[in-house]
């Protein structure tokens, strides 16, 4: 008896896809690309680097801390990393939104509790449309918002308009890592067939670093917002992933190159 699909075809036969993040989250991603049949190429273009502003993180974690915030936003699972990091402690009486599942999964894995996560559009825009049934029309709350100090203050924004009592603090600072030469190399001769971008300061550095981008080479976003930022930073967009998470990401990829195929032959 022969196991089932031992002959499938594989969607990414024969392409190679970077990936522009390490750590465990680029293992399991460049893992899942090769279950598919790429080539993964991990490099690591962004990194993490504590907040210029130390001592108002402290102070703000000290409140949270204290129950002084009613709720608190948390936009990354970097942020989480922050939290576990200074061994934050958020009272149960601070209700936690999550935008995106990822962020929901790194704090629950963090030990903290989750109260909220938009349904629909995993992003600030999608916190936001969900926000006033979740707290039920209650005006002002006292909310922390953490954030990367490149982030827009899209959230922060939107809460105080709606007419919530808001601390944004930054959590921690993004920094660009160059990509090694031979990486640069292979994507401008057109020899990496699909590049992963899954925040607007990835973007930035595929376009400083690698661009301008080969007309044969796919450009995959992780979703509207990513891909919105992407343009604003020049960086051409070829598709856009249904859902905010690495699977729907690859499965937007494998299916743009299911379509190439079909076309060529």
Same mark, same amino acid.
């Given at each position: ?89 958020? %009272?149960?009486? @601070?209700? !936690? *939104? +999550?935008? /995106?599942?990822? #962020? $929901? ?5 963090? &030990?903290?509790? =989750? ?35 490149i982030a827009k203050p899209l959230l922060t924004e939107g809460l105080r308009r709606i007419g919530h009592d808001v601390e944004s603090v930054v959590a921690y600072r993004t920094v660009g890592v160059p990509v ?33 981008? %080969?007309?044969? @080479?796919? !450009? *995959? +976003?992780? /979703?509207?917002? #990513? $891909? ?5 930073? &020049?960086?051409? =967009? ?28």
């Amino acid at each position: 008896m022969t196991s089932s699909g031992s002959s499938a075809p594989k969607p990414l036969a024969g392409w190679r896809v970077l990936v522009p993040r390490g750590g465990p989250w680029g293992d399991s991603v460049a893992a899942d690309l090769r279950a598919k049949g790429a080539s993964p190429v991990v490099a690591a273009m962004i990194n993490f680097a504590a907040t210029a502003d130390a001592p108002a993180l402290e102070r703000a974690l000290d409140r949270l801390a204290a129950g002084e915030f009613d709720w608190m936003t948390v936009t990354s699972a970097t942020t989480v990393d922050v939290l576990s990091a200074q061994r934050a402690v958020v %009272p149960p009486t @601070t209700r !936690v *939104a +999550a935008v /995106g599942e990822t #962020t $929901a999964a790194a704090l629950t894995a963090a &030990g903290y509790h =989750v109260d909220l996560v938009p349904a629909e559009d995993n992003s600030a825009r999608g916190l936001l449309a969900e926000w006033e049934a979740a707290t039920q029309g209650v005006v002002p709350l006292r909310i922390l918002t953490l954030r990367s100090e490149i982030a827009k203050p899209l959230l922060t924004e939107g809460l105080r308009r709606i007419g919530h009592d808001v601390e944004s603090v930054v959590a921690y600072r993004t920094v660009g890592v160059p990509v090694p030469e031979n990486v640069v190399a292979d994507v401008r001769a057109g020899l990496v067939q699909a590049i992963l971008v899954t925040s607007g300061s990835v973007a930035q550095q595929v376009q400083e670093q690698l661009g301008p981008i %080969p007309e044969s @080479t796919l !450009v *995959a +976003a992780i /979703g509207p917002q #990513t $891909a919105r930022d992407a343009r604003d930073y &020049g960086l051409r =967009v070829d598709v856009i992933a249904e859902e905010r998470t690495a699977a729907s990401l690859i499965e937007a990829v494998a299916a743009a190159a299911a379509a190439r195929t079909s076309r060529a032959s």
